[in-house]
T-cell receptor, first 113, second 113 residues
């Protein structure tokens, strides 16, 4: 019954590794997002897809590559992980019009050691 | 550009105290305004919203009124409980920004028994 589901919930990995985070929404929303939340709880948008098309690509290292196989899925692949990538990554979805709020996933806590 | 400024935290209150968390915004266009709540270890949840001037959003005893003249959307609750301890985010969304929301920096609330 989960509306936006992310996997895995926790990810501990070594520097230099490549990892992926998966996200799926069953709300029929057109737009999906990846946000990064740092240790001070600040939220920073990374990417946004609308109907499988990339529409927002903030200043993010190109080691981060999103992929949207269909409008219900948005995955995040990270190459050559660095210590500074440690954070909580949230997937969210929404209808893109202003009155519609976001539905967030429960987050993936990534720790790079 | 769009921006949201929230009252800095952390805020610590005793149970049954009155809560106000201030939020002001700047926006190009006519924004919808939101409050999200993030409980420890969880993703953000939409708490309430207002989509036009003088609208009042309310949920779980929390209220906020869209004040266009003061560009504000302050969150209030008459009597907080320990279970309200969380991080609260004010956000705005406009139609011209590809569905992207602008979030404040978050305010951490701790309620002590």
């Amino acid at each position: 019954d989960t509306a936006v589901s992310q996997t895995p919930k926790y990810l501990v990995t070594q520097m230099g590794n490549d990892k992926s985070i998966k996200c799926e929404q069953n709300l029929g929303h057109d737009t999906m997002y990846w946000y990064k939340q740092d240790s001070k709880k600040f939220l920073k948008i990374m990417f946004s897809y609308n109907n499988k098309e990339l529409i927002i690509n903030e200043t993010v290292p190109n080691r981060f590559s999103p992929k949207s196989p269909d409008k219900a899925h948005l995955n995040l692949h990270i190459n050559s992980l660095e210590l500074g990538d440690s954070a909580v990554y949230f997937c969210a979805s929404s209808q893109d019009r202003a009155p519609y709020g976001y539905t967030f996933g429960s987050g993936t806590r990534l720790t790079v050691v | 550009g769009n921006s949201v400024t929230q009252m800095e935290g952390p805020v610590t209150l005793s149970e049954e105290a009155f809560l106000t968390i201030n939020c002001t915004y700047t926006a190009t266009g006519y924004p919808s305004l939101f409050w999200y709540v993030q409980y420890p270890g969880e993703g953000l949840q939409l708490l309430l919203k207002a989509t036009k001037a003088d609208d009042k959003g309310s949920n779980k005893g929390f209220e906020a009124t869209y004040r266009k003249e003061t560009t504000s959307f302050h969150l209030e609750k008459g009597s907080v409980q320990v279970s309200d301890s969380a991080v609260y985010f004010c956000a705005l969304k406009v139609d011209t920004n590809a569905g992207k929301s602008t979030f404040g920096d978050g305010t951490t609330l701790t309620v002590k028994p």
